[in-house]
């Protein structure tokens, strides 16, 4: 059964840092192309970053370039979201995907997502 579990969220003041997991089971995640979502209270879900199945290709959401990056270790099936230089405006629920097709994550219509993990960012 595919899964993929994200982890690492939780409550941090602004100008800080987070790491992002996402551990992904019942798939061989180097065939997939991996994206990020956020969505937070009272607003759609939206994009964030997204890489392609070998890494070779990464995009970033205008407002969070400079500050995360995307990243994969297609050996321990694993996807990574390194936010620095957090605002409160990042604070959002984040999710995982997954899909075959690069252009169907930027899209936003992947095939698999996870459950999510809250991020805050408060002082």
């Known amino acids: 059964q595919l899964q993929l579990v994200e982890s690492g969220g939780g409550l941090v003041q602004p100008g800080g840092s987070l790491r992002l997991s996402c551990a992904a089971s019942g798939i061989t995640l180097r065939y997939y192309a991996m994206g990020w979502f956020r969505q937070a209270p009272g607003k759609e879900r939206e994009w964030v970053s997204c890489?392609?199945?070998?890494?070779?290709?990464?995009n970033y959401k205008e407002s969070v370039k400079g500050r995360f990056t995307i990243s994969r270790d297609n050996a321990k099936n694993t996807v990574y979201l390194q936010m620095n230089s957090l605002k409160p405006e990042d604070t959002a629920v984040y999710y995982c995907a997954a899909d075959a097709n690069y252009g169907s994550v930027i899209a936003g219509i992947p095939d698999y997502w996870g459950q999510g993990t809250q991020v805050t960012v408060s002082s």
């Open positions: 890489t392609s199945s070998s890494g070779d290709r990464t």
